[in-house]
């Protein structure tokens, strides 16, 4: 199978999405009522058709549909600008994607800059059972939903470049496309970060405004047409180790559940995680091929080391947010250390 044909399969999926369950609406609508039928409204901010994000939802929606008999059945709602706050109003049911920015503490859980960061699976371990996720349950209390990891972008992530760049003196003022910490790692290197909506990167970057973007691994950087505007590598990244998705549950629906609805909601998200992560590792190298060494920046090593230098004081900075977040941060980075030594940047 050749890329072409990679995202027209995988885009397929994705618009079969409202066709197995409902067709989306550009607003979310109200839950069915009908008594042996659940239709659980989903909020997420790609737009229908992509490949990545809007297949994993699809998948995951056909999984719990599957696993629960036919009771419940995920209506998704593209392109929300922001789902979460969706859930937490009680306009939607659940939220599939990142929220890095919704609270600080929530970047532990999605993936953090330079060497702070962990493996997928080493994050899966830290959340089921090295006390993470009770202590993401009671951060993400405070936004009124449940979460549950469902998916990641894969272990590598790829920061892409319209054009060659010679000295890190060049990247002061230049327009980078950043996500969560990374922002004030890319500050902190002179860059002007900014987060632009999906639909929107690719021609922002043809249009020259924009230098680089870091999205995640190959899947998503292809699907929004990132190597077609952006030839060159920067032979390193922000978060190197990717970005975890979620299932925000609404916390009043999730309370609602018997232990048998929340396990099968826990079985369905855990299952996707995995699921995407295959998927990522299996289509890598033929959607996004080593750039050569004169596509690649020559400076990767140098900016890779300032990278982690600046994520250092970065994540420790938002670790002394508030109570909670100082929580978060010591149950992290203990595990870390119990898991792999305290010195390992290789987790």
Known sequence: MDRREFLKSTGAAAAAATAASATAQPTLA?????????????AMPWAEGYAGPADWAHRLG?????????????????AVADGLSAVSAGDADLYFGDAPDAQRGLAFFSGLPGDRGMSPQHLQTWVSVGGGQALWDDLAGELGVKPLLAAHTGRHSYLLATERVESMAALAG?????????????RGLGLEPVTLE??????AMQRGDVLAAECGGAIISYALGLPGVASHSAGTSFNRHGTAFFLGVRRALWDN????????????????YQQSLAEEDAHRRMLLPDASAERTWPIAAELAHAIRRVADAVVAH?????????RISDSYTAFRHAAFGPDDATV
């Open 174 to 186: 230049r327009t980078a496309h950043l996500q969560g910490l990374a922002r004030d790692v890319g």
């Open 62 to 78: 056909q999984s719990i549909m599957q696993l629960s008999g036919g009771r419940y059945r995920i209506v998704p709602t593209f």
């Open 257 to 272: 559940f018997g232990p048998a609805e929340q396990a099968m909601f826990a079985a369905a998200t855990a299952g996707e």
């Open 30 to 42: 109200a839950p069915a009522v009908a008594a042996d039928l659940h239709e659980l409204r989903l």
């Open 198 to 203: 999906p639909g929107e990167l690719a021609g």
């Open 318 to 326: 938002a670790a002394g947010t508030d109570a909670r977040t100082r």
